[in-house]
Structure formats: structure tokens, C-alpha cells
């Protein structure tokens, strides 16, 4: 097979580094927080993200399968951030944060250091240890409000990974093509049936006739 970066190949080889800047983007921020579970998660996709580039560029269909899987359940788990931080149907942004941050009690990075936010705070101080504890009561004056930073996030995610799926799937495609393709024209040539066929047949040829005219001789 030819090593050079075909048009699907090259495609999906941007769109994982794209997907690389934009977790570890999300990544930053999340360790920002303290979400431990989306800092879970995008470790995982960035690991899964890797396996797709290896097995994009050196023809490893297996790494591509794995690839997809990995990332219909990253569009899932983004689907669910943005259904989290929407509090669509049951779910609540205020009473299960505590699914993020196995119950830290941290909460988005941008809650309070979103653009041009201020936030009101209530400190006090422990009459056993002395020490003071600020606490967040409310947030104002934000240009955009961090739940739809969140959700932006998660739609980048999201629209990347459907690109990725795509991408991955025309991918595996084109490898089946080129396999067919190769086992058609050079297959048996490959296993050595070719070259001896190719080696054999003509001395057989060329001694046919010399056999045949030294009998016609000798009688």
C-alpha cells in the first residue's frame, strides 16, 4: 500500500488535532474547577484521540474501530453535559453538580471568572483553627453566563466528534478498498505463486521443443 496521506487520511488526521487543542483547552480549564470527572473523561479522549491518529497513519484498521467506539460514547457524554448545564427534564445544574466533582463542591472555573463577572463573596473565620473561609454567594454582571460557556464547550465537542466518526468511517472504507485491490492485483505475487509461475513457465517452454527435436533425430 502507498504510504502517501490520501484526501480521507489527511482529513481525519486534522480533525483529531483539532480535537487534541480543543480537549486540552477544556482539560485546562476543568483543572481550573476541579471537575474531576471531566478531567477523567478528557484524559480518556485524548488517549482514544492519539489511538485514531496511530492507527489513521499507519493503516491499523483495529485503532480506527476503537476510535469510533470511544467517540459515540464521548458524543453521549457531552450530549449529557449540555442536557446538565440546559436542566432539561429531571436534571438540575444547582442539586447534581456533585456528579462532576464527586462531591468537592467545585464548580465550573467560569462561574465566577467569566467575562466581566464579579462575584459577591461571604468570608469567615473558624474560632477553632483561626482560619478564613471565603465562601461564593453570588455572581454578577457576567457578559455570558458560564452555563453556556459550558454548553459552547460541550458543542465544539460534539460537532468535532460527529466530523471525527465521519471521517474515521470513510477512512476504514478506503482501507478496504486498497486491500481488495491489492489482494486482486498483487496477492498471489505477494505469497510467491507469481515469480515461480513466472520463473517455471518459460524454461519448460524453451525445453519442450529441444527435447522433442533430439527424439525426431535419433530415430
Known amino acids: ?42 484524559f480518556a479522549n485524548i488517549l482514544l484521540i492519539l489511538f485514531g491518529l ?25 450530549i449529557f453535559i449540555m442536557c446538565l448545564y440546559l436542566s432539561a427534564g429531571v436534571l438540575n445544574v444547582e442539586s447534581h453538580m456533585y456528579i462532576l466533582n464527586l462531591h468537592t463542591g467545585s464548580e465550573s472555573w467560569w462561574k465566577e471568572n467569566g467575562f466581566n463577572c464579579s462575584g459577591m463573596y461571604n468570608t469567615t473565620t473558624s474560632s477553632l483553627t483561626g482560619r478564613m473561609d471565603t465562601q461564593l454567594l453570588d455572581v454578577n454582571g457576567c457578559i455570558l453566563d458560564y452555563t453556556y460557556i459550558e454548553i459552547i ?6 460537532l468535532l466528534c460527529l466530523l471525527g466518526i465521519s471521517g ?33 513457465s518459460p524454461n519448460h517452454l524453451q525445453m519442450q521443443p529441444i527435447y522433442m527435436h533430439h527424439k525426431t533425430k535419433s530415430r
Open 1 to 42: 500500500m502507498i504510504m502517501g496521506c490520501c484526501t480521507a487520511r489527511c482529513t481525519l488526521i486534522t480533525i483529531c488535532f483539532l480535537q487534541l487543542i480543543a480537549t486540552v483547552e477544556r482539560l485546562i480549564f476543568d483543572f481550573l474547577g476541579y471537575m474531576w470527572i471531566p478531567i477523567i473523561a478528557s
Open 54 to 78: 496511530f492507527g489513521t497513519y499507519q493503516y491499523r484498521p483495529k485503532f480506527v474501530i476503537v476510535y469510533i467506539l470511544w467517540h459515540v460514547v464521548w458524543l453521549g457524554w457531552n
Open 153 to 158: 464547550h460541550a458543542s465544539v465537542q460534539c
Open 168 to 200: 474515521a468511517i470513510i477512512v476504514l472504507i478506503r482501507f478496504a478498498e486498497d486491500e481488495d485491490s491489492f489482494d486482486f492485483i498483487g496477492g498471489f505475487d505477494s505469497l510467491g505463486y507469481g515469480n515461480s509461475h513466472a520463473q517455471k
